[in-house]
């Protein structure tokens, strides 16, 4: 596994392998790895002849308030298990090297990126379309990675790619779970042991609405009332518990065939998102 820091000497590989025909699977990341982007690499690495990892805490996407720099950095850990996983080059920017003095630039995902985790979070989603859109141009991918667990991130991922006409294509890929539910993240590790039993309750209760929607229940805004009535004694806040249309995130007053359930909560101080999606049941 190559590492590279340099975003100039990361184009100049992109378009070498490109002069061979080969294709290009990237993942990019924030490190504190788990499951989630192991699976992630293993599909870039099915799909593609080559696969770039980056590893980028972007502080654009983080707020002033938010755990920018207690966020987990276990660099070493994070070599190792993209070089176990077949990785071919761990791209490694500064925030120097990304964000150059001067640099100013955002560019607003639209309306998408306003509601529910945007409404938390100002600015999240401009700093992770941002980002997202330079370390293509850096990467230069032929297939770019994402987990489903962070749905809205997904959207607006797919909206800048369309809308920009980058010439690559997303891959969403389903939600790894611990063995009891949990969506896994790499803030998990902030829970102690009574809230991590606590935010099992996140999990349960949206695998609640599908099975409810499963057994025919058609009365969603009923389902999502009971879906937080359950859902609350457990948690410290539900920022969000909504039924959404899964192309614009819309909240859905009636029952429609694709469906996405999505929710943010708050357990102890730690923020976690997790949602499922429906669809042709
Ligand atoms: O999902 C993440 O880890 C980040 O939001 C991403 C896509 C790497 C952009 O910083």
């Given at each position: 596994?190559?590492?590279?820091?340099?975003?100039?000497?990361?184009?100049?590989?992109?378009?070498?392998?490109?002069?061979?025909?080969?294709?290009?699977?990237?993942?990019?990341?924030?490190?504190?790895?788990?499951?989630?982007?192991?699976?992630?690499?293993?599909?870039?690495?099915?799909?593609?002849?080559?696969?770039?990892?980056?590893?980028?805490?972007?502080?654009?996407?983080?707020?002033?308030k938010e755990d920018l720099k207690k966020y987990p950095r276990p660099i070493q850990r994070d070599r190792e298990l993209l070089r176990k996983a077949g990785v071919d080059i761990v791209f490694l920017p500064s925030?120097?090297?990304?964000?150059?003095?001067?640099?100013?630039?955002?560019?607003?995902?639209?309306?998408?990126?306003?509601?529910?985790?945007?409404?938390?979070?100002?600015?999240?989603?401009?700093?992770?379309?941002?980002?997202?859109?330079?370390?293509?141009?850096?990467?230069?991918?032929?297939?770019?990675?994402?987990?489903?667990?962070?749905?809205?991130?997904?959207?607006?991922?797919?909206?800048?790619?369309?809308?920009?006409?980058?010439?690559?294509?997303?891959?969403?890929?389903?939600?790894?779970?611990?063995?009891?539910?949990?969506?896994?993240?790499?803030?998990?590790?902030?829970?102690?042991?009574?809230?991590?039993?606590?935010?099992?309750?996140?999990?349960?209760?949206?695998?609640?609405?599908?099975?409810?929607?499963?057994?025919?229940?058609?009365?969603?805004?009923?389902?999502?009332?009971?879906?937080?009535?359950?859902?609350?004694?457990?948690?410290?806040?539900?920022?969000?518990?909504?039924?959404?249309?899964?192309?614009?995130?819309?909240?859905?007053?009636?029952?429609?065939?694709?469906?996405?359930?999505?929710?943010?909560?708050?357990?102890?101080?730690?923020?976690?998102?997790?949602?499922?999606?429906?669809?042709?049941?």
């Open positions: 596994m190559k590492e590279i820091r340099n975003p100039e000497l990361l184009q100049k590989w992109a378009a070498a392998q490109k002069r061979r025909s080969r294709t290009i699977g990237f993942v990019p990341t924030m490190g504190a790895l788990h499951e989630g982007h192991l699976s992630l690499v293993r599909a870039a690495k099915k799909e593609n002849d080559l696969v770039t990892a980056s590893i980028f805490v972007n502080p654009a996407q983080f707020g002033p925030a120097k090297t990304m964000y150059p003095e001067g640099f100013s630039l955002s560019i607003d995902p639209g309306p998408v990126g306003r509601i529910l985790c945007g409404k938390f979070r100002p600015g999240h989603f401009a700093g992770v379309a941002t980002v997202v859109a330079k370390l293509f141009n850096m990467a230069q991918p032929d297939k770019a990675y994402f987990g489903a667990k962070d749905y809205q991130q997904c959207v607006v991922i797919k909206n800048l790619v369309r809308g920009l006409d980058f010439d690559l294509q997303v891959k969403i890929l389903p939600t790894i779970r611990e063995k009891d539910g949990l969506a896994m993240s790499s803030r998990n590790i902030y829970l102690d042991s009574g809230e991590r039993q606590r935010a099992r309750a996140i999990s349960q209760t949206l695998f609640w609405v599908r099975s409810q929607i499963l057994s025919g229940r058609r009365d969603i805004l009923k389902i999502k009332r009971q879906a937080i009535a359950r859902l609350k004694p457990a948690v410290d806040r539900i920022q969000y518990f909504e039924i959404a249309d899964p192309e614009n995130l819309k909240s859905l007053g009636r029952y429609q065939l694709r469906m996405v359930v999505l929710t943010a909560c708050l357990v102890g101080k730690t923020r976690l998102i997790d949602n499922v999606i429906m669809s042709g049941h």
